[in-house]
């Protein structure tokens, strides 16, 4: 089983939609959670951070985190145009070594917002 | 606004050439990272460092080598390119923290062929 599973999509939606993107992972130390975005040929941006389980929202987008179902969500309110880009959920924690360094990424969705 | 910016931008190879890519950040950050990018794989470490003068091997290493002589630049050099190593190239920054607890920056990467 992977570490982390994202469905690659595509995805596609008409503008004004509300997207749900979606990770699993195995890892239960896992206890900091990720969504960059990443636009074509740019490097992933940092979306949204949250620390163990509960939502985060920050303007139209909410983070998720359910650890007991080892599952995060990426909620996308009035989705626009501009929102079209790669979505990488990563996720990072201590292991049994005493610390982790190493972000676990998943393979990303890309999503199309229609006009 | 710079953040971490990444040097050159696109570069293409012989097999057996060697070329250094090189990564700056202004952020006062402890930690830098190297990752490659292909498609179907997602974000793979290369390598990391935590400090300057210290650095450390990621979940790809081989073919490669790194150097942090400054705080805020971060060295990956490949000695004897290879057409596997083909792939984009991305740096990331973060603060130090435990346990990977520090979200990391990235910068919009180095695209490089070999041919």
């Known amino acids: 089983q992977k570490e982390v599973e994202q469905d690659p999509g595509p995805l596609s939606v008409p503008e004004g939609a509300i997207v749900s993107l979606n990770c699993t992972y195995s890892?239960?130390?896992?206890?900091?959670f990720m969504w960059y975005r990443q636009y074509s040929r740019k490097g992933p941006e940092l979306l949204m951070y949250?620390?163990?389980?509960g939502n985060k929202e920050d303007g139209r987008f909410t983070a998720q985190v359910d650890k007991s179902s080892k599952y995060i969500s990426l909620f996308i309110r009035d989705s626009q145009p501009s929102d079209s880009a790669t979505y990488l959920c990563?996720?990072?924690?201590?292991?049994?070594?005493?610390?982790?360094?190493?972000?676990?990424f998943g393979k990303g969705t890309l999503l199309t917002v229609n006009p | 606004n710079a953040g971490v910016t990444q040097t050159p931008k696109f570069r293409v190879l012989k097999t057996g050439q060697s070329m250094t890519l090189l990564c700056a950040q202004d952020?006062?950050?402890?930690?830098m990272y190297w990752y490659r990018q292909d498609p179907g794989m997602g974000l793979r470490l290369i390598h990391y460092?935590?400090?300057?003068?210290?650095?450390a091997k990621g979940e790809v290493p081989d073919g490669y080598n790194v150097s942090r002589l400054k705080k805020q630049n971060f060295l990956l050099g490949l000695e004897s390119a290879a057409p596997s190593q083909t792939s984009v190239y991305f740096c990331?920054?973060?603060?130090?923290?435990?346990?990977?607890?520090?979200?990391?920056?990235f910068g919009d990467g180095t695209r490089l062929s070999i041919l």
């Open positions: 949250t620390y163990s389980s």
């Open positions: 890892n239960s130390a896992f206890q900091y």
């Open positions: 990331a920054s973060s603060r130090a923290g435990t346990g990977g607890s520090q979200p990391q920056h």
């Open positions: 990563a996720m990072n924690g201590l292991n049994s070594g005493g610390s982790n360094y190493k972000l676990t």
């Open positions: 952020m006062n950050h402890e930690y």
């Open positions: 460092s935590v400090g300057e003068g210290t650095t």
